[in-house]
Nanobody, 121 residues
Framework: QVQPVASGGGLVQAGGSLRLSCTASQEIFDGYAVGWFRQPPGKDREFVAAIQWFGRTFYADFAEGRFTITRDNKKRTVDLQMNSLKPEDTASYFC???????????????WGQGTQVTVSS
């Protein structure tokens, strides 16, 4: 496995919740930060949240207080719990791993495919 795998997207109503999951192999997971990113239709990719190997977290302003990023280093997974979803959260969400400085600056060494999140009004 050379790419993380993102899953859990779907269609939800405004105010609802969704939990995304990212799974990665040892060589691209262990010791690295993992981040979630999103790309709304017709717009650029933007950073959502990141978590370092030992658990320190970082959030974009729009995610703070609504989204929670966690990781399970035994399972090699990183989840993004999204609550109080808004229509403007609609985007393709994808995860990536790499140095935390890259992740928090909207980049990654290893990218996964996107999972679609659609929030209806």
């Amino acid at each position: 496995q050379v790419q993380p795998v993102a899953s859990g997207g779907g269609l939800v109503q405004a105010g609802g919740s969704l939990r995304l999951s990212c799974t990665a192999s040892q060589e691209i997971f262990d010791g690295y930060a993992v981040g979630w990113f999103r790309q709304p239709p017709g717009k650029d990719r933007e950073f959502v949240a990141a978590i370092q190997w030992f658990g320190r977290t970082f959030y974009a302003d729009f995610a703070e207080g609504r989204f929670t990023i966690t990781r399970d280093n035994k399972k090699r997974t990183v989840d993004l719990q999204m609550n109080s979803l808004k229509p403007e959260d609609t985007a393709s969400y994808f995860c990536g791993s790499g140095p935390v400085n890259e992740i928090t600056r909207n980049n990654a060494n290893h990218w996964g495919q996107g999972t679609q999140v659609t929030v209806s009004s």
